[in-house]
């Protein structure tokens, strides 16, 4: 199979998601409608005072982190490439009278539909599992900072990606640095596993040097880095809740990342 034919796969799934997640317990409309915020500690505290900052938030399915940045006063464009969660995304801007500029496309066409740069560029949670090669990923994202601007992503461990989550207990069954393209066909979605859709996706695993590298290669400084054994989702059935995160009894490996570059050029 292609590439783009199993981004078109990817595709379709997540346009068949975006109404279910919309109107999940774990997006939570009502409470995001009253609080505008969906953004986790991590992130706030990383970006800080956005007031009059571009911002623009890679894969951003249907917005709410998006909304989130804009109504902290960043002035927001954000990108993904299911129709569904972008014609979602507008609706939701309009109803909140939160304003921001989003865009339907591939994350790694990006600067085929937008020439700005900006001062921030975020994305974070379940993003670069759908991309088969981070090089071009990290290209576009220098190609898409002002000088002096700011990348930060916070995401799912790669160990995290070596389960098989369809298994009856997630399973340690793909090696971490698996270069083969992952297919999983299973029913319902994160979101609602009870939801009358079979999800049908492809995926692949990244390294954390291949994360590393690739944004350093494209000319962008690490100027910081952490791994965290607490994630502000339940991504195993067996973590606990510890105030607003979740944490495996054990602590055997790490669970999230950040990573927070700065384009030089």
Known sequence: MKIKDAFQVNKQTWNQKTAIHYESEFYDKSAFAKAKNSLKPYELKALGDVIGKSLLHLQCHFGQDSLSWAHKGAVV????????????????????????????????????HITDTFDIIFT?????????????????????LKKEGIFYMVEFHPIAWMFDYNAESPLMKFSY????????EYRGTYADENAAITSKEYSWNHSLSEVIQSLIDAGLQIEYFAEHDESPYRIFPEMEAVSDMYVLKHKLYPTIFELKAKQLL
């Open 124 to 144: 974070s949670y379940g993003v670069i599992c759908w991309l088969p090669d981070l090089k071009p990923w990290a290209q576009m994202i220098a190609r898409r």
């Open 77 to 112: 464009t954000a990108v993904d490439f299911s129709e569904s969660a972008i014609d979602q995304a507008r609706q939701l801007s309009m109803e909140l009278e939160i304003p921001a500029n989003f865009l339907c496309c591939n994350v790694l066409d990006v600067s085929n």
């Open 177 to 184: 640095a698996l270069k083969d393209r992952i297919y999983e």
